[in-house]
């Protein structure tokens, strides 16, 4: 599988990674409903026989949980994958997320996480969200320091607009932007995708699938079904006006697929990794079946005309970003 260069480290990176979000399990405000432990770990092993060499994960998903289960999958490989997680999320005693990025706040979750994730050093080190934003250059300090002591290797941001990224430029390089970006979503495409490229940062995209809306397995009857603590069916892509039209551009991306043999997902997942400013994208996977069908996107690419193809049915059918 071939790899490429995460920014400014020495991160080479297979063009998909493991995202951990869903293995968070349920029971939590972005949960995407019960998941078992089993079932993740058999889904990075999976993945990471085929080739796949990064995960990404974060404190915040399943309150702890996901980042156990990380780590609880990569004990004693002999050859361990990078390890990507994040910080500024917390939680209390009632499972109510707020957020920080004072120093000792971020100190304090860089200590959890590693004994979650049981590894002595963490690769790539995020700042998960730009909130409270007066704290930003106090978080990204902390990550700075952090890198120092050699407890992460590298350090980046995670949904950071191109103001907020030149303002902790400032304190020390970003290794990496972690954007939500797909077909659907593509607000970053006007400012922020230029200015990594032109910054030479890294952008590890997550959601490439829209949350499964892209799959070609979600239906309405699905979303119906979802169970009550899947945070999904509340957003705004998988509800009416915007649900229809969604759905018919997945029908695009089956009839693409169906050329080669490929799902939906398949194709949704390549069109993020059409522009070279993209590095490489996170893809979730809750089942040695998923991720077996899934590290089958890595190598795939979409032709120009391909490329046409889905822009032509988004002139036709507006996607908001």
Known sequence: MQTRRLGDSNLEITPIGIGAWAMGGGDWAFSWGRQEDGESIAAIHVALDAGVNWIDTAAVYGLGHSEEVVGKAIAGRTHRPYVFTKCSLLWNDQREIGHSLKAASVRRELEASLRRLRVDVIDLYQIHWPDPEPEIEEGWQTLAQFQKEGKVRHI?????????????????????????????????????LPFCRGQQIGVIVYSPMKSGLLTGKMTRERIASLPRDDFRP????????????????????????????????????????????????????????????????????????????????????????
Do not use: C, H
């Open 156 to 192: 980046g941001v995670s949904n950071f607009n191109v103001t907020q990224m030149k303002r902790v430029q400032r304190i020390a390089p970003i290794t990496s932007l972690q954007p939500n970006y797909n077909i659907v979503t593509r607000d970053i495409e006007k400012e922020v």
């Open 234 to 321: 509340r957003t705004a892509s998988f509800k009416e006006p915007l649900l229809s039209r969604n759905l018919g551009l997945v029908e695009v991306l089956r009839g693409i697929g169906e050329r080669y043999g490929r799902a939906p997902g398949e194709v949704a997942i390549a069109w993020t990794l059409r522009d070279p400013v993209v590095t490489g994208a996170i893809v979730g996977m809750r089942s040695a079946e998923q991720a077996k069908q899934i590290v089958r996107s890595a190598e795939f690419r979409l032709s120009p005309d391909e490329i046409l193809e889905i822009e032509e049915y988004l002139k036709v059918t507006p996607v908001a970003p």
